[in-house]
């Protein structure tokens, strides 16, 4: 059978990938949109493209329905699904088969057994493959999950049963902490997958995440292609994945990949899929949860490889049998990828929304970059916030490292938050190096990541002088001084609301400033598109971005931005109003509080939903409540008001 038109039921990078593949094969393909992705990159690309519906998700791209229509009417022979939306929805898959339409993936049977996490396991559990001490039974009552918990001890992991992405999860320590954490995971569960059954599974404090990439075709056969390391998380979600996982022997990966095997011949796999496990200090594995789609992290594993996953994907749904043996899959050098977001790590990685008003990308041997955004495009409140993938390739890890590294302070982009300087701490991280890797890695060295950029300061003194250099600043030095030079007095604040309170003296070279008692010589060279100043002889050069509103200085961490403030105490007054306002478009869940009640700093006030996540809103003085604007359910927007709060009367 053949493949000749394929509709891409995605959107995003994943929806590019899968053109890029489609098109070296001479595969034609459709796209589909949402109001939101009119002209989005995947749009450009594909070789035709059609309007789904509006912006929500669930009025677009979850409409199974509605996709195949456009399958048919397009006249395609299969539909990928990507990853995310419909791609583990075992209903889709067999409707397509229905509609004599090649389904891009496993069987909707096999999608069925392993999206149920507790159905999953006791599968594993027979295939052999080792696993945890849990619960995944069907009884959900608090009662009985209270009573399981017992049994499992503390600490442990509450999960949504259908799902994953760190969504419908917590991690309890305590007794006292179950209640409430049960009822979070549930709504979160029942918001992202439609069903809020939920399992437990005892809590390894320090594991790695180690994964395997599985194949099998329509002809009895199955390899494993290599593993990856997805240990450095944060809200169980995955930010660096590399492959091959370091530091494994070669007797535990070949165990690792043959239980990987099994558990794809246990439910008659097809296609592409993934075996999570984690793996304990002792080198003991034990089975997470097995992804029936292309994962996100598979870039990595196409580069040791040299395989294409896409085109295998392709063939095996063509029916066709798999390219090569397990024999004939070689490994060769390293590779690493990090996920770029718009996401502020300094406000807990909260999802950021916002426009690409500069965005470049790094280029050079071993370096990839997968995205589905470009310059001008918008990141909404509608899907998920990543921006890219970059991808480093070398002969070893220290050679991939060092080229993420440097394509990290080469990757220039400004207009909305994102967590490239996070990324960039990481890449450099001595920890990171020396291969140092579990879940907790990112609460580990959270200091060390969460820093301000050390050129913080030099940055601030070049969008300084740029701005005493502009007529309409209103930064003027303060004027012809009586036997004296010409002085300036600037109070510039940075994106994290960093104070930079200077004091600028003309001289003959440019200006003098002072910075814990020592005096620096600065000059502006040029403040085009660039900051380059002159620091006590030193030459320092930045790329940098210009708005109405500040100047983006994209420092090799990562961009930093820069707003004048004109009078110190400006800034800082609304701090607090801030604190009770929503972080960003979402859904009002609860109000945890009524009016009139007397409330502590730090306390839960209210919680709302964006992105299919739950965020609390606290405190931040003792009051009283005197007003809940909003109900459950109810639509809020960013910066609005959510809880009225009178810090004048004891709480």
């Not at 995955?238 to 007797?251: R, T």
């Not at 063509?318 to 996920?339: K, M, N, S």
């Amino acid at each position: 059978m053949n493949i000749n038109k394929v509709l891409i039921a995605n959107r995003g990078e994943i929806a590019c990938r899968v053109i890029d593949t489609c098109r070296r094969l001479g595969v034609a393909t459709v796209a589909v949109y949402s109001d939101a992705d009119r002209h989005a990159r995947h749009v450009a690309m594909a070789d035709e493209a059609f309007r789904l519906g509006p912006a929500e998700a669930r009025l677009s791209y979850l409409d199974a329905e509605l996709l195949l229509k456009v399958a048919r009417e397009s006249h395609c022979d299969a539909v990928h699904p990507g990853y995310g939306f419909l791609s583990e929805n075992p209903e889709f898959a067999e409707a397509c088969e229905q509609a004599g339409i090649h389904f891009i993936g496993p069987k909707a049977d096999a999608i069925a057994k392993m999206g149920s996490k507790s159905a999953a396991k006791a599968i594993m559990a027979t295939a052999g493959v080792p696993m945890l001490p849990g619960y995944h039974g069907d009884e959900q009552s608090d009662e009985r999950l209270t009573e399981e918990a017992e049994k499992i001890g503390y600490p442990l992991l509450v999960k949504a049963a259908f799902g994953g992405g760190g969504k419908g999860m917590r991690i309890v320590e305590r007794s006292e902490e179950l209640a409430a954490a049960l009822a979070t995971a549930r709504r979160e569960a029942q918001s992202a997958f439609g069903n809020d059954q939920l399992l437990l599974e005892r809590y390894l404090t320090a594991p790695r995440h180690v994964e395997v990439q599985v194949f099998a075709d329509s002809h009895g056969n199955a390899v494993y292609l290599s593993d990856r390391d997805c240990s450095i998380q944060r809200r169980h979600q995955k930010v660096v994945e590399e492959a091959p996982a370091p530091g494994l022997s070669d007797a535990l990966r070949a165990e690792m990949g043959e239980a990987s095997v099994r558990a794809a011949k246990a439910i008659d796999y097809l296609g592409a899929g993934t075996v999570e496990y984690l793996v304990d200090d002792q080198g003991h594995f034990y089975f997470m949860e097995m992804n029936t789609r292309l994962q996100v992290e598979h870039p990595v594993t196409e580069l040791v490889t040299g395989q294409d996953l896409v085109a295998w994907q392709l063939k095996v749904a063509a029916g066709e049998p798999l390219p090569l043996t397990q024999e004939q899959i070689a490994i060769r050098g390293h590779a690493v990828e990090v996920r770029l977001y718009a996401e502020d790590p300094q406000r807990d990685f909260l999802p950021a929304t916002g426009t690409l008003a500069r965005l470049r990308w790094p280029e050079g041997d071993g370096v990839r970059v997968d995205t589905g955004v470009v310059e001008g495009d918008a990141i909404t409140a509608y899907y998920d916030p990543m921006i890219a993938k970059l991808i480093c390739f070398g002969d070893d890890r220290r050679m991939a490292i060092r080229r993420l590294v440097q394509a990290l302070a080469q990757s220039e982009l400004a207009g909305i938050t994102t967590n490239l300087p996070f990324l960039h701490r990481i890449a450099d991280h001595p920890a990171f190096a020396e291969a140092e890797l579990h879940t907790g890695f990112i609460e580990q060295h959270s200091d060390a990541l969460l820093a301000p950029s050390h050129d913080a300061w030099p940055a601030a003194w070049a969008v300084a002088l740029s701005l005493l250099a502009e007529s309409d600043s209103g930064a003027a030095p303060t004027g012809w001084r009586l036997n004296a030079p010409a002085r300036a007095q600037l109070l510039l604040e940075d994106e994290h609301g960093e104070h930079y309170p200077m004091v600028l003296t003309a001289s003959e070279h440019g200006w003098q400033t002072e910075l814990n008692g020592i005096t620096a010589q600065v000059a502006l060279v040029n403040s085009a598109d660039r900051m380059r100043l002159e620091l006590n002889g030193h030459l320092k050069s930045w790329p940098c971005h210009r708005d109405e509103t500040g100047v983006t200085v994209l420092l090799p961490g990562g961009p930093l931005r820069f707003s004048q403030v004109s009078h110190q105490g400006e800034q800082s007054a609304g701090d607090a109003d801030k604190a009770l306002q929503a972080p960003m478009n979402g859904t009002l869940v609860t109000n945890l509080v009524a009016v009139g009640d007397k409330v502590s700093s730090g306390q839960a006030l209210v919680v709302m939903e964006a992105m299919k996540m739950e965020y609390t809103i606290s405190a931040p003085f003792n009051g009283i409540v005197t007003a809940l604007p909003f109900a459950e359910g109810d639509q809020v927007s960013d910066g609005t008001a959510l809880v009225a709060l009178d810090g004048e009367a004891e709480a």
